[in-house]
């Protein structure tokens, strides 16, 4: 009998995470309960599951990531009687505290997921919350490899896997070259970002590079506090028409977007309190055969590997070298061949399925 698993997940709101639990729910018998709705996530029409049922449910305090519980989360759980819960949130999380402690009323094996690469102290009741979750949870994925360190820093001990939080679906991140070819005028290179714009992205630090690289388009596509501020840059610097700002989109045009970009950067910055943790948009780009460049900030040097260009984070003059290096199309389509090859070898959502079923293997 196939094992019964509950997989809790505010992230997989968005239709675009969905072919994660069509592929689990091949190998368990999966429910997946998420948040009615969630602030900044763009409203998408419902996917239709085939392998996996999908519960929604009111969320207290939503919006705010580590403050925010389930409804009546009690009677689905009773109704439900998982063999594992799988709680895609943080070790400090309210809502992991919570549906732990259901957890072990009904006798079901538990694990979380962590993205938090820095050692943090946590004011009450975070800290509480995180001592009871380690010594109480079966085992905890964390999503880069210094989350391991803080994590024993921490003082947990039991099982700890490193999985990337979803792969890439390979049947909606491709190689799209009528896209690419749309693009025309005066650029040699098609440069894009995606994501939030705020201080951490770094994006000042690409304006002022291409300050003096007239033959790069870069376009902007995300919404955020930062955007105004960068606008009122682009126009005083002159380069309104080298760079666009494309707004907000779903996570199902996401793919077409990337896809009509030469390349992409990720330019993070460090923060007091946090560094990138992963960097999805990039194993995404790369599987759309589009060539990546990253700070070195976090995770971005370990998911790019030698299949892109990373410069040291801050540097405008490292920034500007690596797209000049790609300015070069021999260059830049060695850099996109490689990125390909990289994302089928590691980042496919098939690869994290199945590490993810191993885990589930080990405590069921």
Not at 24 to 46: F, H, N, R
Not at 220 to 230: A, C, D, H, R, Y
Request: hydrophobic fraction near 40%.
């Amino acid at each position: 009998m196939a094992l019964k698993v509950v997989l809790l997940s505010k992230a997989m709101l968005v239709n675009s995470t969905h072919s994660k639990a069509e592929l689990l729910g091949k190998a368990v018998d999966l429910t997946l309960i998420t948040p009615v709705s969630w602030p900044y996530y763009v409203e998408e029409k419902e996917s239709y599951s085939k392998n996996y049922s999908h519960i929604k449910i009111k969320t207290c305090f939503e919006g705010k990531n580590h403050f925010h519980f389930y409804r009546g989360l009690s009677h689905y759980l009773r109704e439900l009687r998982p063999d594992i819960i799988h709680i895609d949130e943080e070790p400090y999380s309210i809502v992991t505290a919570q549906v732990l402690r259901i957890a072990k009323k009904y006798g079901a094996k538990t694990i979380c997921f962590t993205w938090q690469n820095i050692y943090k102290k946590y004011p009450f009741p975070f800290k509480q919350l995180e001592h009871y979750v380690y010594n109480n949870i079966d085992a905890i994925i964390a999503g880069n490899r210094e989350a391991i360190t803080v994590l024993r820093q921490k003082g947990y001990s039991k099982m700890i896997e490193v999985i990337p939080q979803f792969g890439v679906d390979m049947s909606t991140f491709y190689p799209r070259e009528e896209n690419r070819r749309q693009q025309s005028g005066k650029f040699k290179l098609y440069l894009g970002y995606v994501g939030r714009i705020v201080e951490e992205k770094g994006l000042i630090i690409v304006l002022e590079a291409l300050r003096k690289l007239p033959k790069v388009h870069f376009t902007i596509v995300g919404t955020g506090p930062l955007e105004s501020k960068l606008k009122n840059k682009v126009m005083n610097w002159g380069l309104s028409a080298q760079i666009s700002f494309a707004g907000g989109v779903s996570s199902l045009e996401v793919a077409d977007v990337i896809s009509s970009f030469d390349a992409l950067i990720l330019p993070s910055v460090t923060q007091a309190n946090w560094k990138e943790q992963f960097g999805r948009v990039l194993p995404e780009a790369m599987a759309c055969k589009v060539a990546v460049i990253g700070s070195n900030s976090g995770e971005i040097p370990h998911v790019i590997g030698d299949a892109g260009l990373v410069f040291k984070e801050r540097n405008v003059a490292e920034c500007k070298a690596c797209i000049e290096k790609l300015l070069d199309k021999s260059t830049l389509e060695a850099y996109q061949d490689a990125g390909r090859s990289r994302a089928l070898a590691f980042f496919t959502q098939e690869s994290i399925v199945s590490q993810t079923l191993n885990v589930y293997n080990k405590i069921g």
